[in-house]
């Protein structure tokens, strides 16, 4: 009996086969023979697998299914023109309650949560622009909170997790309570082992606490929850400390990590692996691949130096909204499906302050690196110092051809939105200064590798924006000593429109403009 070869088989089957090829395999399978070139070709199902990977997309929505896949395919590409064209839709203005407290709030998988007065108030929004004005799906409500306790809360739509870090009311015992609700109802999460964590714990830092200091950041990683907080502690200045729990186990995996005074911040990266930010200049990889050890350093990375008179004030990475969610999707009478960012890789956006000894006169600049460019700084630690960890990989080695920098002027919005691979950010042209009243234009740069190299073959009609090519510049900024990176190729789009905006979120399919005036936050919606 003649064997058959891959092309021989019945047309079905081989569509059956290349559907497990991810985008990268299908574009090489295709260009191996005309015959798997026109299979390839004349599969929407297939074709729409290679969109995703072009777009760095995932697929999202519980009705994802019912979309015939030319209409996904249409879908997809009307997410990335409306970005291109730069089409905004008001959905709606949405007064929240506010108190004179330190701004606290949040957005992740469609939903706006905000600190009021003893409250949080969320909002869900629509699930996409498609809806054009229908407000009917929104859905507002809040849960109480003793707001003069509050230090920080975040969620998880996907698994309906609400975490509230409170000051503890008694530090005799512990600095922070980190409350496991549910987020639509605000009772204790049903999979929450206790009703609350314990942060700074005595018994784990053995050391009398004084005083909680600032606000703590918490994230939520599947299922875990970390935190890091700042605690004034009897025989030391203060206390840092980074800390993790299995919220759905009492004997799940936790860990305690404490820092020096000059940590900045923190952030995951993948589920193992977390940057750790310091005002000496610096970043760390910690990686953890021993659930019975503490979190391993398994990297040390210079950011660029500086002339003698300057220093690193603050290093601190942008907060980007959680993908899509599995929120409990409400009735619809047409299919609908939603993309959100794909988590091969994506966007890490670095804000960085630095100041002249001595004096009040200080600059600002956000730089941008691509995730698997950080991971892979991993491997080239260990080839040039052979797990030597008290070294510091220079910058001059990994920075200029990874990064691209941005100076922040005065009329810009330091604090930058991220989802994916775009940013956007907010220029008051009408004013020096950032925090003054006034309209203000968006600012988008998208980073998609994919379509910036194939940036001459794109449909520009319509659009208003550019093609920044990426270079190596060996060009040196005061105040610093050796060349920033400008590695990155990136599409920037200006806004025709102005807005009157004090914060803005982004998501998959949104950008959510929130001002705060006479208790009215506004929503805008792309």
Request: glycine fraction near 4%; proline fraction near 6%.
């Amino acid at each position: 009996m003649t064997a058959k070869t891959l092309v021989q088989l019945p047309s079905e089957l081989l569509h059956h086969t290349l559907s497990f090829l991810d985008s990268h395999d299908l574009v090489r399978v295709r260009k191996t023979c005309k015959t798997l070139k026109e299979v390839v070709d004349d599969s929407e199902m297939l074709q729409y697998t290679i969109d995703l990977g072009y777009f760095q997309m995932n697929p999202g929505g519980s009705s994802e299914e019912d979309v015939p896949p030319a209409m996904r395919r249409e879908r997809l590409r009307l997410h990335d023109a409306a970005r291109q064209h730069v089409e905004f839709k008001l959905k709606r203005t949405l007064p929240l309650p506010m108190s004179g407290l330190a701004r606290v709030d949040a957005f992740g998988g469609g939903i706006y949560g905000s600190a009021g007065e003893n409250c949080i108030h969320f909002v869900r929004l629509p699930p996409d622009a498609s809806d054009s004005g229908d407000l009917s799906h929104s859905h507002d409500w809040s849960h109480p909170v003793d707001t003069a306790n509050l230090a920080n809360f975040t969620f998880c739509a996907a698994q309906d997790l609400l975490v509230v870090v409170a000051r503890s009311p008694d530090l005799r015992s512990h600095a922070y309570e980190i409350h496991l609700k549910s987020l639509t109802t605000n009772d204790t999460h049903p999979d929450a082992a206790q009703p609350f964590l314990k942060a700074l714990d005595k018994h784990d830092i053995d050391h009398k606490i004084l005083n909680t200091v600032g606000c703590a950041k918490v994230q939520i990683i599947r299922n875990y929850v970390s935190m890091l907080s700042w605690a004034d502690i009897a025989n030391v200045d203060a206390l840092y400390s980074i800390q993790m729990w299995d919220w759905k186990s009492k004997k799940g995996y936790q860990f305690n990590l404490s820092f020096p005074h000059d940590i900045s911040d923190y952030s995951f990266i993948t589920e193992d692996k977390f940057l750790v930010f310091f005002t000496s200049g610096s970043m760390k990889i910690y990686s953890i691949d021993d659930k019975s050890k503490l979190p391993q350093c398994t990297a040390t990375i210079s950011l660029p130096s500086l002339v003698d008179d300057f220093s690193y004030t603050d290093v601190f990475i942008s907060e980007h909204p959680t993908p899509s969610s599995m929120f409990p999707e409400f009735r619809r009478s047409h299919p609908s499906c939603s993309f959100h960012p794909s988590a091969d890789d994506g966007l890490i956006a670095i804000l960085v302050w630095v100041t002249r000894t001595n004096t009040d006169h200080s600059l600002y600049y956000r730089f941008v690196v691509r995730r698997s460019a950080i991971l892979e700084l991993e491997s080239l630690y260990v080839r040039t110092y052979n797990q030597i960890l008290d070294s510091i990989l220079p910058w001059s080695m990994w920075g200029p051809q990874h990064t691209s920098w941005f100076r922040v002027q005065l009329n810009e919005d330091w604090h930058t939105s991220l989802c994916g691979f775009r940013t956007v950010e907010s220029i008051n042209e009408f004013s020096p200064h950032h925090l003054a009243e006034g309209p203000r234009r968006l600012y988008t740069r998208d980073f998609n590798p994919h379509i910036a190299w194939n940036y001459d073959a794109v449909d520009k009609s319509g659009w208003r924006g550019r093609i920044v090519p990426g270079m190596m510049d060996r060009t040196i900024s005061y105040p610093f000593t050796e060349p920033l990176g400008h590695a990155l190729t990136y599409r920037e789009t200006l806004s025709e429109e102005l807005f009157d905006v004090n914060e803005i979120f982004s998501d998959e399919s949104r950008i959510l403009l929130v001002k705060v005036s006479r208790n009215l936050p506004l929503s805008g919606s792309l």
